[in-house]
């Protein structure tokens, strides 16, 4: 392993332990395939079990109609086209790969809040306790999309006037 990796995921360590608010000794450790590597671990073995933590996060995400279904009767999922173009849209601003220069295996996925009225969205943002990442570099993301979303603007045929939750998978 070159000494400039280890640096960076060092470095990428230190940002990590600092966003979580503390003291390691203090915690319970961290769940299998994520943290440091272990001693003697290439890079590969340690890209792996990082790869199998992030696709534990994302298959225990709840489904947007599971989300819509604890949110109570007032919202709706959104529709494919909603989805898509929410994709589109959040990849075009950048924000996940700001996440992933502090956590190169950054993966989530978010769920947007979507109000349209009959003249179309009034009102796009991270719905944030139904939002699922990694590691807390997830907030980098949430941040970034919310200052992002405050300029989509959709018209009425994305949907009839209700609140939607519409997710997004980011890997």
């Known amino acids: 392993m070159s000494s400039r990796y280890r640096i960076a995921l060092l470095g990428s360590a230190l940002v990590l332990a600092a966003a979580c ?3 390691a000794a203090d915690k319970k450790p961290a769940a299998a395939g994520a943290g440091a590597p272990a001693p003697g671990q290439s890079a590969d073995e340690y890209r792996k ?3 199998r933590f992030a696709d534990s996060v994302l298959n225990q995400t709840s489904s947007a109609a599971d989300v819509v279904k604890e949110m109570g009767g007032d919202y709706a999922v959104g529709s494919v086209r909603l989805r898509d173009t929410l994709a589109l849209l959040s990849e075009k601003t950048g924000c996940f790969l700001e996440g992933r220069k502090t956590d190169p295996y950054l993966a989530g996925t978010v769920s947007f809040f979507v109000f349209m009225s009959v003249v ?6 991270v719905q944030e306790n139904a939002t699922k990442w990694t590691s807390q570099a997830g907030n980098i993301v949430n941040s970034c999309l919310n ?10 045929s994305f949907g ?3 609140s939607y939750i519409t997710q997004v998978q980011f890997k």
């Open 120 to 125: 179309g969205s009034t009102s796009v943002y």
């Open 160 to 162: 009839k006037q209700a």
């Open 21 to 23: 608010g503390g003291d």
């Open 49 to 51: 079990a990082q790869q």
């Open 147 to 156: 200052v992002a979303a405050k300029n989509w603007k959709f018209d009425p």
